[in-house]
Structures are given as C-alpha cells and as structure tokens.
C-alpha cells in the first residue's frame, strides 16, 4: 500500500521545521534517483503529486501542463481525475499550462496529452484517493480497506464521512508519485469512456471569453507588426512622421528588422500599420526554390542519409518489382484566428498570454532574447484558434514580449493579421518518397525500399533563434541548426518504417539541413506523406499481385490490433473482394498506426470524380480506430473526424506557392482550402475500446490514412495513380484526358 | 458620435466611420462572438446579422449601418438560457477550435430565418462562404439541422421564442 509511505514523508517534511507550503516543480528533478521505477506518464518528469492536483477550500483543482487547442482533452482530463477520485465530474477545475502554475510538459503535440499528462492525472488521482483513504483511516481508527470514497468524501461503514477537502492538511499531497497506483477498474468506470459534453463548448456558442483573441486587461493597447516582405529583407528606411500623425499613434517600436506600431484602439493599429508599412522600404533578396519542380529541389539538397530500417532474409526472392516517386509540396497550418498574443512588462517581470502549444519552451526564447533570466518571464497559455502544429502562436508571444517591453505597464495585445499569417507561418515541410518493392508468386511482397527526403519537422522554440522577432532584430538571434527528432516517434521519418512485416526491406531518411522555406513542425509531421506513400503503394501493389487491398493489407500484417483495426472499417464500409463503385466512383482503403505506437487507424472511402472538371469529391468515409482505453468517445470521434476533413483538404488542394523571392499564397484566395461544396455525405467514426489498456494519442492519427485512402479510391475511380501531392482537378483532369 | 442598434439596443458609438464593424464590436461593445479571421472577406469567421441578413463584418464600414439593426450571437441567447442555433451546437458538440463557430452559427441563423426548413443542399449552399479548419463540418451540418427542428418546436409552443428578430 502506498499511504503509509507518503504519509511518512509528509511527516518528515513538517517534522523537518522545513513545511514547504509553496509548490515547487524544481524539486522533482533533484529526486530523480537513477534506475529507481519511474511513476507513468509526466509523473516521471514531475512526480510530486500536488504538481497535479491539489485540494483546498476552493475545491479541487487539476493541474495540466498541456495547452488545449481546441482537442477537448481538458474535458477528458476532467473526466480521468473524476472518475480516479471519486468526485463529481463538475466539481473540479482544470487549469492548463502556465509557467507559474503546472508542471513542465514541454510542447502540447505528437497526439500525447493523453498519453502522457492524462496518464500523470489519472494515476496522480489514484494516489491521491489512497492518501486520503489512508488520512481517514488514521483518524477514525478504522482499517483503511473498510473505507469507501464517493461524491469527494471517504465514508466508513458505519456512515460516518469526512470530506476531502477537510482530509488534507498542511502538505500531504506534496509527495512523490509511487511508480504504482491502485487505478479503478475499467468495469466500474462512471464517468470515463462517456460521451461528456465539452466543458468548452457552452461559452464557444454564446459569445463567452473564450480565446486570447477575446482577452481585455485595463489599459490595454493594440500592436500590429509590419513583417518584411519576404525572408531576409532588409529594412533600409522607414520615416515615421506620417504614422505619428494619425489619430490614436502610441509607438513605432523598431529593433533592426523588426517594425511594429502601437495604437489605442485595434483599427487605428491597423491603419498605422498600413501607413507604416508604405513608409517602410526594404532591401530583398531572391532565394527560393522553383515551388513547381519540389522533386528536383528536394533531391538535389544535400542531405544527411541515415538507414533507419534494415532488415535481409537472401532466400526470400521476388519477379515482379515495381517502384513509384511521391511528392508534397509545402503545405500550411492555416488557422482561422491569426496569431494573437499580449504582453504586459511590470516591475522586471515579462508576463505573455498566448496561445503556444509550449509556454515553456517558448519562455526560455523570450528570455533570451529579451536578455532576462528565466524567472522574469511568466508565460500564461490562452486557448487560441486551432494550431494543428507549430503555427504564427509563438513568433506573435515573442512579438508581444518585444513591444511590451517599450512600454512599462502596459497591457500590448498584438493579432496577425491573415497574410501575415499564411506568409509568415513556418509550413509543413515539402517530402519526396521514392519507393520499390518487389512480390513474389504467391503475390507477397519480398523485398521493401522506401526513402524519404524532407527537411526537419520542428523548429520550435526552446531558443530565441526559432521567433521571428528575435530573428529580425538588429542584434539578431541566428536560427538555430536543424535537427532530426529522435525515433521511434520520429520527425521527416514519421512511421518511415512499415508496420508491416516484409522479408526484406530497407528504409533511408534523407534528412536536408537547408531550408530555403520556413518549416516547423505540422499535424502528423512527416507521418502524413510517409503513410499516404506507404499506403498508395501497397494498394498499387495488391493491383499487381491481383490480390483484393484490404486482403493484401491483412496478408503482411501480424498486429493482432492492426487486424482488428483494418477489419472493423472494412466490415463497415461493407467492402467486398471484387466490388466495384458505382460509374465515376472509386473505393479507397487505408491503415496506420500513427507513429507506429500510437492510435491504430483505418480509413475505408468512397470518392466521385467528375470526368468534366476532374473535381474529386469525398462522398463517405468510413473510420476505425483503436485509442486504447478511450476516455470521451465523442471527443474520440469529433478528432477523427476533423482529422479526416482536414486530411482530405491538404490531399485535394492544398500547396504554398512563392516566386523566387516572396511567398505568394497569402490569404484563402491564393490557399484554397475546403468549403461547404467538398463536404463528403458521411463520414463514421467506429471505436474499438481496449478498457484498461494504455491511453493512444490519437489527435494525429487519422491524417495519413485520410490520403492514402482518397488517392487510392481516386485512382479506383479512374484508373489513374496520383502521386503529387495536393490532387487538384487540373491534375486528374489532365490525367483522364490523356 | 454614431448611434448603432446592437442586440436591441441602441449604442453611442465613438469610432471613426471607416471602421469596420467587427472592431466596433469587439472593442467598443465589447462582444466577443464575431472573430478576426481575414479581414478580407473571405472565411466568414466575422459573420453577425444585419437587419436579419448575414454580413461579414469585417469588411463593413460603421457608416453604412446608420438606422440598421445589427444582432451578434450574443443577441440569440446566454448559457442559461440559449436560443435553438445554440442549444443545437452544443447538444451536436459541434465544435473543435471553435473560431470558426459563432460566425458558422450566425450565418446558418439568418439562413433559418428566412427558410425555416432548409434543405441539406440549401445549409451547404448558404456555409460556402464559412471556413472551418479544424474539420467539424459534419457536425456543423447536424446541427442546423437540429436547430431547425428546435426552431419549428418553439414556433410552437412560443411562438419564436430565443431569436432577437
């Protein structure tokens, strides 16, 4: 049992004279014994319990150190300490990632708030009922297995009840995590693995603050930032006068490159930026790729070549060997809300309220290039609109921080403004996936070769070099080497390596240091090309080998949970061996498992083309999908669903375009993305729930196969393979017509 | 000085006439429902009813609304008490992000308004000019639907009951 123990630590500390009534997060890391079992989850990195929850006259507060981004995993949150602690589900509060408040989660991406911070809560909320079971049992005398907890209170046979909140004293809950909790059983679960309705969602429909767009601090002015017109212009001259004329006029902020206007009132901010901006006059330079031979650009980088895969078996021997190029241009987060953020510089301290997937990552880049130590920054994080990846959240806190900074005081709220957003926002990186594969008689495939060339898929904050301000300034921050994310998760080599099982097979991550486009990490990362190519191919494959797709799938497949997933959308969809959709339809199919450790994920579709125009349509998508144990299966199915949607409109339409000096898609006019007009007729989101197993990010897991599974039911429809990433009409059409 | 009728009311307004209306609301007012998306026109994210018709209010200057009646999301209903387009959001879940919503919600009203029995082609049809980036659509789709059912309910029984028209 893990009472006695902590609750002798709570007694060492008060014994001690030493009672730390702060919580403290440093703590966790000079506790870090090495090779002792780690607590699961975040509790590994920040053990002490209180970290997590913590229990007070005011209620019980929950404490994350993730952002949510409009994923509703807060609610989930909600749901997982709920059910853990025995309280009711709206008595407690969730408060999300704060520098002065939650524990250090790093970054709000990968699909890993469940995993990881959901984990931490749940078994932290276990713990937490233990001690308090263990609290009560003290002071009634009574053997602690005679207790029961319900509705926040831990009840004895004989009626009595004590209350947690009047359980907890001085710092019982600031101990150490155990590296076991005693977790409900799922069978009992109440309010887990229930369809609750977002806590969000009520304020979202009814015009409730809601984002930090909608935040209003007393005094507060309104900045706008005038970018340079292309990267690495340089600005050599700007006369301010007419800008200082104009009603409303606080500041020209100006530090190198970097050129911003203070106002009183949002519109005036926009006007002076305008005015700003003619007086400004830059010096650019030419320096980007030709955007429409990506192939050529991509493999003619120098790149840094790793095999990540290899495995031989010589007797293992195929006939018929095929090989096939697919390519991604650079694609956009596109949020609807530009970036947003404000800054508020009081007494040495350096406060910013944003809407950053990692308030502190991002405060270590804003302290150094604000020249402060850590401790004189405080980074808040406000939900914000939609990110999908590292977006303008974090250039537009640092933009913040370094005009707030001219005004002492002072609240500065700055917002993006679009082309600011769509030309400036580090994109998802371009890929090229050359594949060759050869199949035996019996139709199986022997021998696998995949190489992907891509640059890295995150250039996010920890240093100052990663912001666009601390870039621009006169004394600039460089930007900082890129790097390869580690595997298994990987970065460009995102689920690179198949999960299915081939005798040969051989995978080359060629990663390009160079990067002539801003790029940073977008959903999936390179996972969203490595699965549409991996999954295109093994359709083109199964064609060759005249074996049914979903069959062929199944055929070099072993995991037993990958089957399972693969079989649910099938069965579904109603897929039959042979069939064939209707005149101008085609039938796609395909699986992943994301990262190839989270979510499972199959995605059967339906898609027309018309001959006329090539417009392809997704008319159904059908879904399954295996999360482990599943929390909110509404909040489930709504991140398969959006994961589909927005999948099928960087498949069909999607491609940042630049001339050799400007990016040149900078607003929904030049960047199409999916209207009303593309929405499919249905799309099914079927879970299977694994009760008791693991939380499986999830949030990411459906991007892949949404593409494979529209090329390959595109290609159904006409015969035709697309492998050119995005699927525009122009292309199809051209291909039928030929 | 201009005087704008908001939600019902009428508001001394002190903004040059060139501004747009989304600012007037979102700072002078105060209302947060109507987003900054593009200020182009071109994602619907600003949407709010004029006169019981959807606008982008982005692109709409304070001086062409002299004598109009501007209803916000805010106007339709609150938390406790919301009006169908809201009730139906929300039981449908019809949200990520949710940026994009409240102009999705204002547009699809006006649509209601004027066609209380849409046609699943005619909710298309009128959210074309709404982005939504997250990928909720189909839920975005369903609750329009709702709404229309819950519009009809309370036609019924209180006669319009939750719209501000």
């Known amino acids: 049992m893990n009472s006695p123990v902590n609750l002798d630590r709570r007694q060492v500390l008060a014994g001690g004279g030493a009672l730390i009534v702060s919580f403290s997060l440093s703590d966790a890391f000079a506790q870090d014994h090495a090779g002792a079992p780690k607590p699961p989850g975040s509790l590994a990195t920040s053990p002490y319990l209180d970290a997590w929850i913590r229990i007070d006259a005011d209620g019980i507060t929950i404490f994350t150190g993730k952002a949510e981004l409009g994923q509703g995993f807060k ?67 009574l053997p602690a297995e005679t207790l029961k907890t319900q509705n926040g209170a831990v009840i004895a046979l004989d009626g009595r009840r004590l209350a947690y909140a009047d359980l907890v004293a001085d710092n019982m809950l600031h101990v150490e995590a155990q590296p076991k909790s005693k977790l409900k059983n799922p069978a009992t679960y109440a309010v887990m693995g229930r369809p609750v309705p977002r806590v969000d969602i009520p304020a979202k429909v009814t015009g409730g603050a809601a984002y930090v767009q909608d935040m209003r601090l007393p005094g507060m002015l309104h900045a706008r930032i005038v970018r340079p017109p292309s990267y690495g212009a340089q600005l050599t001259e700007c006369d301010t006068s007419a800008v200082e004329k104009l009603s409303g006029f606080v500041k020209v902020v100006r530090d190198g490159n970097f050129l911003a206007v203070v106002a009183q009132k949002e519109f005036q901010a926009i006007k002076a930026m305008k005015a700003l901006s003619r007086a400004a006059t830059w010096k650019e330079q030419p320096g980007l790729p030709k955007q429409d031979d990506l192939l050529a650009v991509l493999t003619s980088l120098k790149s840094n070549d790793k095999i990540i895969f290899q495995q031989s078996d010589p007797s293992a021997t195929g006939q018929r060997t095929i090989e096939a190029t697919y390519t991604r241009p650079y694609q956009a987060h596109g949020s609807i809300g530009p970036s947003c953020a404000i800054g508020q510089f009081v007494d040495g301290t350096m406060t910013v309220w944003t809407h950053t997937q990692g308030v502190y990552p991002d405060r270590e880049g804003i302290a150094e290039m604000l020249k402060v130590p ?176 979903v069959e062929f799938r199944l055929n070099h ?164 393979r697309f492998r050119d990433l995005p699927l525009t009409k122009s292309k199809i059409k051209g291909a039928i017509d030929a | 000085m201009t005087t704008l009728k908001v939600n019902g009311h009428d508001h001394e307004i002190d903004a040059d006439s060139d501004t747009p209306l989304l600012y007037v609301l979102r700072e002078e007012l105060r209302l947060n429902a109507a987003k900054f998306g593009c200020g182009l026109g071109q994602c619907g994210a600003c949407t709010v009813m004029v006169d019981g018709k959807a606008v982008l209010s982005c692109v709409t200057p304070l001086l062409l609304l002299k004598g109009k009646e501007v209803t916000t999301l805010e106007g339709l209903g609150t938390i406790e008490k919301p009006a169908p387009i809201q009730r139906a959001f929300m039981e449908e879940q019809a949200a990520q992000c949710g940026y994009c919503i409240a102009g999705m919600m204002m547009r699809a009203q006006a649509l209601l308004q004027r066609n209380p029995k849409p046609t699943d082609a005619q909710i298309r049809g009128e959210l074309q000019t709404n982005l939504c980036r997250c990928g909720t659509h189909m839920r975005i789709l369903r609750a329009v639907h709702r709404a229309a059912r819950l519009m009809d309910t309370a036609e019924l029984t209180t006669s319009g009951e939750g719209s501000a028209q």
Request: aromatic share 8%.
């Open chain 1, 75 to 141: 609610t989930a949150f909600q749901q997982i300490a709920a059910e853990e602690l025995d309280v009711p589900f709206a008595s407690l509060k969730v408060v999300t990632a704060d520098t002065l408040l939650t524990a250090d989660e790093g970054y709000t991406s990968g699909s890993q708030s469940t995993q990881y911070s959901g984990t931490a809560i749940q078994n932290a909320a276990a713990q937490v009922r233990e001690l308090l079971v263990g609290e009560a049992a003290r002071r009634l005398d």
């Open chain 1, 557 to 720: 497949l072993e995991d037993k949970r990958g089957r399972e997933v693969i079989e649910k959308a099938a069965k579904e969809f109603g897929w039959q061996k042979g069939q064939k959709a209707p005149p101008d339809r085609g039938y796609g199919f395909a699986f992943a498992r994301y990262k190839s450790l989270a979510a499972y994920c199959a995605i059967a579709t339906e898609v027309e083309v018309d001959r006329e125009t090539g417009r392809a349509r997704l008319a159904r998508a059908i879904a399954a999908v295996d999360s482990g144990q599943v929390v909110n299966p509404d909040g489930l199915a709504n991140q398969i669903e959006g994961a589909i949607m927005q999948s099928m409109s960087w498949t069909l339409y999607e491609a940042v375009t630049f001339d050799d000096t400007r990016i040149t898609s900078i607003d929904w006019q030049t960047y199409p993305i999916l209207r009303f007009d593309a929405v499919p007729d249905r799309i099914d989101v079927h879970i299977i729930n694994r009760p008791g197993l693991p939380f499986l990010g999830s949030g990411e897991t459906g991007q892949g196969p949404a593409a494979a599974s529209i090329a390959n039911a595109i290609a159904n429809a006409t015969g035709k």
């Open chain 1, 374 to 549: 850590l401790s004189s920054v405080r980074l808040i994080h406000v939900e914000g609109s939609g990110c999908y990846g590292h977006n303008g959240a974090d250039d537009a806190a640092a933009d913040a921080a370094l005009i707030a900074r001219e005004l002492p005081g002072i609240p500065v709220r700055v917002q993006w403004m679009r082309e600011q957003e769509h030309a400036w926002e580090p994109f998802g990186p371009a890929m090229v996936t050359k594949l060759k594969a050869s199949l035996n008689d019996s139709g199986k495939i022997v021998d696998w070769n995949f190489d992907v060339w891509t640059n890295t898929h995150s250039m996010r904050p920890g240093g100052a070099g990663s912001m666009l301000a601390a870039q621009h300034m006169a004394e600039p921050f460089a930007v900082p080497e890129p790097k390869p994310l580690p595997l298994p998760a990987g970065g460009g080599d995102r689920n690179a390596i198949p999960i299915y099982k081939f005798p040969n097979a051989k995978v080359v991550h060629r990663f390009i240091p160079a990067m002539p486009v801003r790029v940073s990490a977008m959903r999936a990362l390179g996972a969203y090309h490595n699965v549409f190519s991996i999954e295109s191919f093994m359709t083109e494959l199964a064609e060759l080998a005249g074996i049914d797709p």
